[in-house]
T-cell receptor, first 115, second 116 residues
Framework: AQTVTQSQPEMSVQEAETVTLSCTYD???????LFWYKQPPSRQMILVIR??????QNATENRFSVNFQKAAKSFSLKISDSQLGDTAMYFC????????????FGGGTRVLVKP | DVKVTQSSRYLVKRTGEKVFLECVQD?????MFWYRQDPGLGLRLIYF???????EKGDIPEGYSVSREKKERFSLILESASTNQTSMYLC???????????????FGAGSRLTVL
């Protein structure tokens, strides 16, 4: 079974600064997807960024970027130029390509952006 | 433009009651999921369905059942609610496996269930 670990329960960052969230996973699969989801205080979970394991290039979406280290099974999320609207729970998730759309989630990291 | 709707945001039930949590999506998605969210544990998959009347157990199916009679609707049923089922329940949907973007889930706002 796959496991996803987020070692930082909470983090705080000043507005306009950068914060990095860590995520490690355990799998014997070679084809898989990794995700970061954001859950703002209103609770609707939304996708932040997605990475396909066979792609060497790290995914980027505006101020959000990942550092994907396949050998180390590490998938960290960097939020640059943090904004107050980035305050949320962030979940790292894993999906085996062969398992369709079943995602395994980490425990989450609460991010607080301070003005 | 709400895409995944969960019928109840907050519910309070008593131990032993039968509880129905309803989820409806308007995106014509084939796959639907029920997750349970608890602090520190993240989201854990209870059940999922990849077609009408089809279902598969997730990681924590005990004490739950599901129903999918129509493509757009996926119900989670607690046959006899217990206090350890107090939690946040999230419904999600996605395209059929194999399609581009199929593994991107669209979530509902969640249903907070308290069992007394």
């Amino acid at each position: 079974a796959q496991t996803v670990t987020q070692s930082q329960p909470e983090m705080s960052v000043q507005e306009a600064e950068t914060v990095t969230l860590s995520c490690t996973y355990d799998t014997s699969e070679s084809n898989y997807y990794l995700f970061w989801y954001k859950q703002p205080p209103s609770r609707q979970m939304i996708l932040v960024i997605r990475q396909e394991a066979y792609k060497q290039q790290n995914a980027t979406e505006n101020r959000f970027s990942v550092n994907f280290q396949k050998a180390a099974k590490s998938f960290s999320l960097k939020i640059s130029d943090s904004q107050l609207g980035d305050t949320a729970m962030y979940f790292c998730a894993f999906a085996r390509k062969a398992a369709g759309n079943k995602l395994t989630f980490g425990g989450g990291t609460r991010v607080l952006v301070k003005p | 433009d709400v895409k995944v709707t969960q019928s109840s945001r907050y519910l309070v039930k008593r131990t032993g009651e039968k509880v129905f949590l309803e989820c409806v999506q308007d995106m014509d998605h084939e796959n639907m999921f029920w997750y349970r969210q608890d602090p520190g544990l993240g989201l854990r998959l209870i059940y999922f369905s990849y077609d009408v009347k089809m279902k598969e157990k997730g990681d924590i199916p005990e004490g739950y059942s599901v129903s999918r009679e129509k493509k757009e609707r996926f119900s989670l049923i607690l046959e006899s609610a217990s206090t350890n089922q107090t939690s946040m329940y999230l419904c999600a949907s996605s395209l059929r496996t194999g399609f581009t973007g199929a593994n991107v889930l669209t979530f509902g706002a969640g249903s907070r269930l308290t069992v007394l």
